[in-house]
C-alpha cells in the first residue's frame, strides 16, 4: 500500500487509502485493546499511515513519526447517551483539544 497523493496543494503526502479507527473506539460497542493494538500494528506493516481517529481512546505513541493523523467532529454523547451533532466553533475546538488530550499527542495532522 505505498501508492500516496498529496493532500490538497500543502505538498504533503499522505496513503490514498486511510484507516478509519471509529470502530477502534467505544462508539460500535466494548472494544478489545489487545486486539485494536494488533490491527494499528497491522496497518503500519502494511503501509495504511494515515488514520482517521475521532473518537479513538488510545494511540501508539511510539509510531506517531510513522502515521498521519486526521480527525473529525460533530458527533458527541449526551448525559443519557443520546446523540448530538455541532459544528459551533467553540465545540470543534473543545473536540480537537480533547483528541490531543485522548491521543496523548502534541498536534494533529488534518
Partial sequence: ????????????????IGLGCMGISEFYGSADEQENIKVLNRAIDIGCTFWD???MKFFLKECRNEVFICTKFAFSRGPNGEFKISGKPEYVRQACDNSLKRLGVNCIDL
Fill in 1 to 16: 500500500m505505498t501508492f500516496l497523493r498529496e493532500l490538497g496543494k500543502t505538498g504533503v503526502k499522505i496513503p490514498a
Fill in 53 to 55: 481517529t475521532a473518537p
